[in-house]
């Protein structure tokens, strides 16, 4: 296990998890927020998409772990260039520096590297992505990879939990006793963050170089996600309403049909399998189910 390390992008969905559980492992954790309101002990303030220059000088750690990203499709969609400064340009510059300074990175990234066309894309697959998020995720990755041994990559899919911003807003709505819309013909594999959190613990005491996959073990389309979320909240099934629809940022075309990942490598490596994902699917909608019938509660 780790002593030391750097989670780049605390704040987020990944990050924010990662760090809390790390902490209660005992790591040592520094954290990096963009957000100067959120700079406290042990959290810095670093922006990536501003001139290295302005970076804060960072302590030397044994593992970095570089979260940090814009996530959101329609923005990358809308601004290429300023979330390419973030996505790219910030984050290959912060993994060369740290590289040089013999740090093991391990730099987080998406199925989206691939165009959803087929299940199960391998680790030597060539990227194919089809989302301007996609290409930025695979162009950081590959000049990040570049860098030597000392660097490793884990994809994953889709990472569902409490703060997921889509079961937050289907809450609020069936709180109203109003319906939800969920699309049938776009799929995820989901993982927890828990899962990711074991990987990442994985991969980083190992030191392993090379690309890492974190999947599902199988694609189911968000009416499922519904249809359960839906049930937990003790709520009638027709309250969801299944629609054919394209994820904004999306290229025109088919829906996303497989977002699976192969993990034959991990399984090899660590004796990893892919977590269910009716399962995980189950246990998130009961947990944030629970959480959001306590607050109405009390």
Sequence with gaps: MFNTVLVVGVDGQVGGPLADHLQSQGVN????????????????????????ENWPALPDVE??????????????????????????????ALARKLAARG?????LSTTGVFDFTEPFRRHDCEPSPVTTYGHQKAS???????????????????????????????????????????????????????????????ICSSKAPGIFHASGDADLAYTVLAEHFVRAMGKESDLVVPEKGQAIGQPAGPAPRYTTLDMTRERELFGILPPSSLETIIKVTKE?????LSAAAG
Aim: hydrophobic share 40%.
């Design 288 to 292: 944030v189910a629970s959480s959001q």
């Design 63 to 92: 593992t970095a772990i570089l979260c940090a990203s814009v996530t959101r499709l329609e923005t990358c969609e809308n601004d290429p260039t300023g979330t390419a400064k973030v996505n790219v340009d910030g984050v290959v």
């Design 140 to 202: 950081a990755e590959k000049q990040i990879l570049s860098l030597g041994d000392m660097v490793s990559v884990l994809r994953l899919t889709k990472v569902i939990g409490p703060s997921m911003p889509l079961l937050q807003r289907w809450s609020a709505i069936l709180g109203q006793n109003s319906p939800i819309s969920a699309f049938r013909d776009t799929t995820i594999a989901p993982i927890t963050t828990d899962f990711v959190n074991f990987m990442i613990k994985k």
């Design 29 to 52: 954790v520094l954290g990096t927020t963009r957000r100067k309101d959120r700079v406290e002990n042990g959290r810095v303030y670093l922006d990536l998409a501003e001139p290295e």
């Design 103 to 107: 740090t093991h990175i391990l730099y």
